[in-house]
C-alpha cells in the first residue's frame, strides 16, 4: 500500500540484477510511492540480468555504469539528472562481490589483486559515488544516500571473507562523508546492516543457507526479507528521517542483539557431538 512517502522525488538505485535483488525491490516501492527513477549496474550485469524486465515495468532509465569508474558515475549522475528533470534526492549503493569468494580462497590465502578488487567494488565504488554527485553538485538538500552493508562489518562471520572488511570499510566511508556532507549540505548519508538475505550474491557466500537458518533461529521476529529492506530503506528516503546520519542501521529481526536463542541453543546441543573427535574432544574449524 502506498503512503506517497517519496512523491515528488528522484531517485537512482544502483544493482538490481533480477527479481532476487534488494535493489530490485527498492526500485519497485520507491515508484510505488510516488518517485521517479533512473537505474544502474555494470553493463555486464545488465546484459546478463533482467534489469530492462524491471526498467520497462517501472518506465526507468537504464544507465549502465562500471561503479568503480569515476567517469561512468559522472555519467550516471549527470543523465539522471536530465532524464529526471532536476536533481536527485535519493540514492541507494547495492553492490558488493568478491573474486577471493567466488574463488572459494580462504581468509588466510586470500589473493591481494582479488582483494583490491573487492574493496573497490564493493566499498570504494561507494566513496567514488558519493564524491562524484557532491562534485557534480547532483543532489538537493537534504537527500538521501544508503548502502548496504552486514554485520561481519563488527562481528566474524565464518565464510564471509574478504567482504566483511569491504563492509567494515563501507560504514566508515558513510560515515565520514556524512559528517562532510551533512555539514555542506544537509544530505544524510547511512548503512542499512540487513538479514542475511537470498540473493544472488548472498548465495555465493559458503556456507549462506546454514547462515541463514542460524540467523532466523537467533532473531526475534526472524530475519528481515528483501521486501521488508526495500521498505526499510524507503523511509530513509523519505523526509521523515531529516535527522537521521552517519549511522549503520541494524534491520536484522533483533539479531544484532542477542546472544543466545532457545531455538539456537537446542540445534547447538543437538550439533555439538558432531564435531569431535575419537577422544571426545572438542574440533574447532
Given at each position: 500500500m502506498s503512503h506517497n512517502l517519496l512523491q515528488g522525488k528522484r531517485g537512482v538505485?544502483?544493482?538490481?540484477?533480477?527479481?532476487?535483488?534488494?535493489?530490485?525491490?527498492?526500485?519497485?516501492?520507491a515508484v510505488e510511492e510516488g518517485a521517479q527513477i533512473t537505474l544502474s549496474n555494470t553493463p555486464l550485469?545488465?546484459?546478463?540480468?533482467?534489469?530492462?524486465?524491471?526498467?520497462?515495468?517501472?518506465?526507468?532509465t537504464i544507465i549502465p555504469a562500471d561503479a568503480t569508474s569515476v567517469d561512468d558515475l559522472q555519467v550516471v549522475f549527470?543523465?539522471?539528472?536530465?532524464?529526471?528533470?532536476g536533481k536527485i534526492d535519493f540514492v541507494l549503493h547495492s553492490i558488493g562481490m568478491?573474486?577471493?569468494?567466488?574463488?572459494?580462497?580462504?581468509?588466510?590465502?586470500?589473493?591481494?589483486?582479488?582483494?583490491?578488487?573487492t574493496l573497490d567494488v564493493s566499498?570504494?565504488?561507494?566513496?567514488?559515488?558519493?564524491?562524484?554527485?557532491?562534485?557534480?553538485d547532483a543532489i538537493n538538500e537534504w537527500g538521501s544516500i544508503v548502502a548496504l552493508s552486514y554485520i561481519a562489518a563488527q562481528r566474524t562471520m565464518v565464510g564471509y571473507n574478504d567482504m566483511a572488511d569491504a563492509k567494515a570499510l563501507l560504514e566508515s566511508i558513510a560515515r565520514s562523508f556524512g559528517y562532510v556532507y551533512g555539514r555542506e549540505k544537509s544530505v544524510r548519508i547511512n548503512t542499512i546492516s540487513q538479514s542475511p538475505t537470498m540473493t544472488?550474491?548472498?548465495?555465493?557466500?559458503?556456507?549462506?543457507?546454514?547462515?541463514?537458518?542460524?540467523?532466523?533461529?537467533m532473531s526475534p521476529v526472524g530475519n528481515a526479507t528483501a521486501d521488508d529492506c526495500a521498505n526499510y530503506c524507503i523511509m530513509m528516503f523519505s523526509d521523515l528521517t531529516r535527522k537521521v546520519t552517519m549511522q549503520?542501521?541494524?534491520?536484522?529481526?533483533?539479531?544484532?542483539?542477542?546472544g543466545m536463542s532457545y531455538r539456537a541453543m537446542e540445534q547447538y546441543i543437538k550439533g555439538i557431538d558432531e564435531y569431535r573427535d575419537e577422544d571426545g574432544n572438542i574440533v574447532y574449524g
Amino acid at each position: 500500500m502506498s503512503h506517497n512517502l517519496l512523491q515528488g522525488k528522484r531517485g537512482v538505485i544502483f544493482g538490481a540484477l533480477n527479481d532476487m535483488s534488494i535493489a530490485w525491490k527498492v526500485a519497485e516501492r520507491a515508484v510505488e510511492e510516488g518517485a521517479q527513477i533512473t537505474l544502474s549496474n555494470t553493463p555486464l550485469a545488465v546484459r546478463m540480468g533482467t534489469t530492462d524486465v524491471l526498467s520497462e515495468k517501472l518506465g526507468a532509465t537504464i544507465i549502465p555504469a562500471d561503479a568503480t569508474s569515476v567517469d561512468d558515475l559522472q555519467v550516471v549522475f549527470e543523465r539522471s539528472v536530465e532524464i529526471l528533470g532536476g536533481k536527485i534526492d535519493f540514492v541507494l549503493h547495492s553492490i558488493g562481490m568478491s573474486p577471493n569468494v567466488r574463488k572459494k580462497r580462504t581468509y588466510d590465502d586470500l589473493d591481494y589483486s582479488m582483494l583490491d578488487t573487492t574493496l573497490d567494488v564493493s566499498a570504494v565504488s561507494f566513496h567514488k559515488m558519493i564524491q562524484t554527485a557532491k562534485k557534480l553538485d547532483a543532489i538537493n538538500e537534504w537527500g538521501s544516500i544508503v548502502a548496504l552493508s552486514y554485520i561481519a562489518a563488527q562481528r566474524t562471520m565464518v565464510g564471509y571473507n574478504d567482504m566483511a572488511d569491504a563492509k567494515a570499510l563501507l560504514e566508515s566511508i558513510a560515515r565520514s562523508f556524512g559528517y562532510v556532507y551533512g555539514r555542506e549540505k544537509s544530505v544524510r548519508i547511512n548503512t542499512i546492516s540487513q538479514s542475511p538475505t537470498m540473493t544472488t550474491a548472498g548465495s555465493g557466500v559458503k556456507g549462506m543457507n546454514n547462515l541463514f537458518d542460524f540467523a532466523e533461529r537467533m532473531s526475534p521476529v526472524g530475519n528481515a526479507t528483501a521486501d521488508d529492506c526495500a521498505n526499510y530503506c524507503i523511509m530513509m528516503f523519505s523526509d521523515l528521517t531529516r535527522k537521521v546520519t552517519m549511522q549503520n542501521l541494524y534491520h536484522d529481526g533483533g539479531f544484532s542483539s542477542m546472544g543466545m536463542s532457545y531455538r539456537a541453543m537446542e540445534q547447538y546441543i543437538k550439533g555439538i557431538d558432531e564435531y569431535r573427535d575419537e577422544d571426545g574432544n572438542i574440533v574447532y574449524g
